[in-house]
């Protein structure tokens, strides 16, 4: 058996070991079903890169509905402490339980470990089915802000004492005429958030030599919250990445050369823009409702939530949480159906930010072979013509035959 070593994070930077234990969280519902699928394609990849040399030395921990079976609690305190230890963790959807006192599990992790990055890179596979002409123009990496706006849960309810109380102080000290059966709601948008946010897409897109970094807001109404947003990632891309970013209104006839070129765009125009010149945008950085609705949109251009992978991240303490972002599909739960690959390609982007890339990209390589061969589970088969509808276990084993088929055998 391989040792058991811990991920350290020292100086802002992430030290991974040859034999890292890493927690997961099965998830319920079609939880069960994917984590095994995506496990073992993880596993192979790494096995195929490596042989051996690094192995994933996986350590199950709780949370849902197996938590709340097995300990009575939805979220054990265990299951934090096991994250903040190990600084990486991979999940799969969990049941919201109604009326137990938190709004979400996913919210409530996000929360705890303040991951304030929601990464959700959305890229086309070939053969995939789409519903837009050209979706090989996407190919887009949203950074989404995951602890502010009005998703803080600062909410009064129409008509309470709570709203009314405010209301009628808004009325005396701003003059502000609120409908009297107003519920109220406040969207905190601050500079340090939407800084760390913003400084986490700057980086990925310097680092990763990408094209562009749009902020993506609606400025033109919410001059103070999205407006500041916009401000701000412009004068952070000044400070911070002065040689190596440009901005649009900076841009000389030369155009940006090698430096990422900073941009911004409206909510609505952009939805409008990423459906008819995809390829115009490249790594987005934007507020959490905007971010919401884009990443599930973007999501849909390109294939549908099954094919989805995410992140949840804290550059600044080195967590992160990769899931997959579709919920638990209860009526296909335990039947070996669904399509596992929004978790497998979530398992590659966490094998990239461990820096083990090779074994990310020939996941990647895997996953395109799969949809190439049209071997797909039924969500995509009963979209594409000419299509070998497989289960969920035995699309893994169609990915893993396609990994071990590569020619250089080797990373
Ligand atoms: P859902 O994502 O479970 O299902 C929406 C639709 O997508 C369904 O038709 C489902 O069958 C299909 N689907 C989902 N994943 C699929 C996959 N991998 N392959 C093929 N088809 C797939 O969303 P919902 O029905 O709104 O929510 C069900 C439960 O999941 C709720 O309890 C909700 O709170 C939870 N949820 C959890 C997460 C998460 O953990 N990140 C996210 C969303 C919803």
Not at 79 to 102: S, Y
Not at 108 to 129: E, I, M, S
Not at 151 to 168: D, I, K, P, V
Not at 198 to 203: G, M, S, T
Request: proline content about 5%.
């Amino acid at each position: 058996m391989n040792p058991r070593e811990t991920v350290v994070f020292e100086n802002g930077r992430l030290a991974v070991p040859d034999h890292p234990a890493i927690p997961y969280i099965e998830g319920d519902g079609i939880g069960p079903d994917i984590w095994k699928a995506a496990s073992r394609v993880i596993d192979r990849a790494v096995e195929l890169c490596w042989q051996g040399e690094r192995s994933i030395v996986w350590e199950e921990i709780l949370a849902g509905e197996k938590a709340f079976e097995e300990t009575g609690q939805w979220l054990p305190p265990e299951t934090l402490e096991d994250l903040r230890k190990h600084r990486i963790g991979i999940k799969g959807p969990l049941t919201t339980p109604v009326g137990e006192g938190f709004r979400s599990l996913n919210v409530t992790l996000r929360q705890k470990l303040d991951l304030y990055a929601c990464v959700r890179p959305v890229r086309w596979f070939q053969g995939v089915p789409s519903p837009v002409r050209e979706p090989w123009k996407v190919d887009m990496v949203v950074f989404r802000e995951n602890t502010e706006d009005v998703y803080a849960g600062l909410e009064l309810e129409a008509g309470s004492e709570e709203a009314l109380a405010l209301r009628a102080f808004l009325q005396e000290r701003f003059g502000w005429d609120i409908r009297e059966d107003a519920a109220l709601g406040v969207k905190p948008i601050s500079r340090t958030g939407s800084r760390r946010l913003i400084r986490a897409a700057l980086e990925f897109a310097v680092s990763r030599g990408r094209k562009s970094v749009t902020l993506v807001h609606k400025g033109n109404i919410q001059k103070f919250t999205e407006g500041a947003f916009r401000n701000w990632g412009y004068a952070l891309a000044r400070e911070a990445y002065p040689d190596k970013t440009v901005a649009w209104e900076d841009l000389g006839e030369n155009g940006p050369g090698d430096r990422v070129l900073i941009k911004d765009a409206i909510a609505d125009i952009f939805f409008q823009q990423a459906l008819t010149r995809s390829d115009e945008f490249d790594v987005i950085a934007t507020m959490n409702l905007n971010g919401d609705y884009i990443s599930d949109a973007l999501a849909a251009q390109v294939g549908g939530i099954g094919m989805a992978p995410g992140a949840n991240i804290n550059y600044e303490q080195g967590f992160a949480l990769f899931e997959a972002t579709h919920g638990t599909a209860p009526k296909y739960a335990g039947q070996d159906k669904v399509n596992p690959s929004s978790l497998i390609l979530s398992g590659a982007m966490m094998l990239e930010h461990m820096g083990w890339s090779e074994a990310a990209r020939r996941i990647e390589r895997g996953l395109e072979s799969a949809f190439a061969r049209k071997t797909v589970t039924y969500d995509l088969a009963r979209l594409m013509e000419g299509a070998r509808e497989v289960s969920c276990s035995r699309f893994a084993d169609v990915v893993c035959s396609a990994m071990a088929e590569e020619p250089d055998g080797a990373a």
